[in-house]
C-alpha cells in the first residue's frame, strides 16, 4: 500500500511510516493516554510497524496519531487515537478519521471495531454504533500488563 501525504490547514496527515516520529508516539501513549501507560517502547514500535497508521504532524512533530490494526480486507480495530491536548479544538482528529476512513480499502472492510472511554461523539459522526449484539463480544482484558495497576479503559 502506497503511503500518502495531505495538507490541512498547517498541518501534514500521512500515512508514511518514515515521517511518524515513532519514539514521539511512545512518549505520549506511556505518558498520556489513559489506556496504555507505561507501555514499553519495543511494544509500540512493534504495534507501529504492525498496524496501518496515520499521523499528524506539525512541524514535523508529531501532534495526533491513530492506527488500524487490521488483515486489509474483512476487518480492523481502530486503535491509539489522539491529539495532543495543545493542538485539541482544530479538527484534527475529525479530519483524521475523515481521511482513514475515507481510503478505499477501509470502505470495504466488513466490521471496525474500537473502544472510547469518552469519544463516542466523535465516532458516531462516522457511522460507529454500540455492538448491536454486545453479548456475541469477549475480550481478554489485562489491564496491568505494563505494571500500572491503575491503567483501565474504563
Not at 503511503?3 to 505520549?28: G, Q
Not at 504492525?50 to 499528524?56: D, E, H, K, N, P
Amino acid at each position: 500500500m502506497k503511503p500518502f501525504t495531505i495538507s490541512y490547514n498547517d498541518y501534514t496527515i500521512t500515512s508514511d511510516k518514515a515521517l511518524i516520529p515513532v519514539e514521539a508516539l511512545h512518549k505520549w501513549l506511556s505518558e498520556e493516554s489513559y489506556w496504555v501507560k507505561n507501555i514499553p517502547f519495543d511494544v509500540v514500535k512493534n504495534s507501529f510497524e504492525g498496524s496501518f497508521t496515520i499521523g499528524i504532524l506539525k512541524d514535523e512533530e508529531l501532534v495526533g496519531y491513530a492506527r488500524l490494526v487490521t488483515d486489509y480486507a474483512t476487518l480492523a480495530i481502530l486503535a491509539d487515537v489522539f491529539v495532543v491536548e495543545a493542538h485539541r479544538g482544530r479538527g484534527l482528529s475529525k479530519k483524521m478519521m475523515e481521511v482513514m476512513l475515507g481510503l478505499d480499502w477501509v470502505k470495504r472492510l466488513r466490521n471496525i471495531m474500537l473502544g472510547t472511554r469518552d469519544a463516542q461523539g466523535l465516532y458516531a459522526q462516522f457511522g460507529f454504533i454500540n455492538p448491536e449484539f454486545p453479548g456475541r463480544i469477549m475480550q481478554l482484558h489485562q489491564p496491568s500488563i505494563y505494571g500500572d495497576m491503575n491503567n483501565t479503559c474504563r
